[in-house]
């Protein structure tokens, strides 16, 4: 449980160092004419991204099962606050930047980063971003190994 937590927390720090290398890159290459319209789809489009960011970050406390219930009252509401507020600011940031890079309608693309900054002209970083997704996939894959573990454990083996 120990080396998961210890592999968990490395790939989360190298998750955020990429997002924070998009960040500076992009900021280079902002086009404010692209902010124009400012909200395309409407309220509509702000309701239907904030649901499906609010169903992602359900899923946050996957982690936090296999521990006892006392670690889990005393230690996930706080921790999850804390991370779901600074995320939070994060993907508001990391979204000024990619839109402000790139017209919205060129980011309908499975990896909307790399579009970003191979359009840019970044194309280490781009395949570095790319690097990035491919580490943060590989977390979340640990994160639900870790807790199908705990639940097989836990039901008896």
């Given amino acids: 449980?120990?080396?998961?937590?210890?592999?968990?927390?490395?790939?989360?720090?190298?998750?955020?160092?990429?997002?924070?290398?998009?960040?500076?890159?992009?900021?280079?290459?902002i086009e404010p004419t692209n902010y124009h319209p400012f909200v395309p789809?409407?309220?509509?489009?702000?309701?239907?991204?904030?649901?499906i960011v609010f169903f992602a970050y359900i899923g946050f406390d996957?982690?936090?099962?296999?521990?006892?219930?006392?670690?889990?009252?005393?230690?996930t509401s706080p921790?999850?606050?804390?991370?779901?507020?600074?995320?939070?600011?994060?993907?508001?940031?990391?979204?000024a930047v990619l839109t402000g890079m790139v017209k919205y309608t060129d980011l309908g693309v499975a990896d909307p980063l790399a579009k970003a900054l191979e359009v840019a002209g970044f194309r280490t970083v781009g395949w570095?971003?790319?690097?990035?997704?491919?580490?943060?996939?590989?977390?979340?894959?640990?994160?639900?190994?870790?807790r199908a573990a705990a639940d097989f454990l836990r039901d008896g083996a």
């Fill in 128 to 146: 570095i971003v790319a690097l990035g997704a491919i580490v943060s996939m590989s977390a979340v894959l640990l994160v639900f190994a870790v």
């Fill in 62 to 75: 996957a982690i936090s099962t296999p521990r006892r219930r006392r670690r889990i009252r005393n230690g």
């Fill in 79 to 95: 921790s999850e606050s804390s991370v779901g507020c600074d995320l939070y600011a994060g993907l508001r940031g990391l979204g």
């Fill in 41 to 51: 789809n409407g309220w509509r489009g702000i309701h239907q991204g904030a649901a």
């Fill in 1 to 29: 449980m120990r080396e998961s937590a210890r592999t968990n927390n490395v790939l989360v720090v190298i998750k955020l160092l990429v997002l924070g290398l998009f960040i500076v890159a992009g900021l280079t290459h």
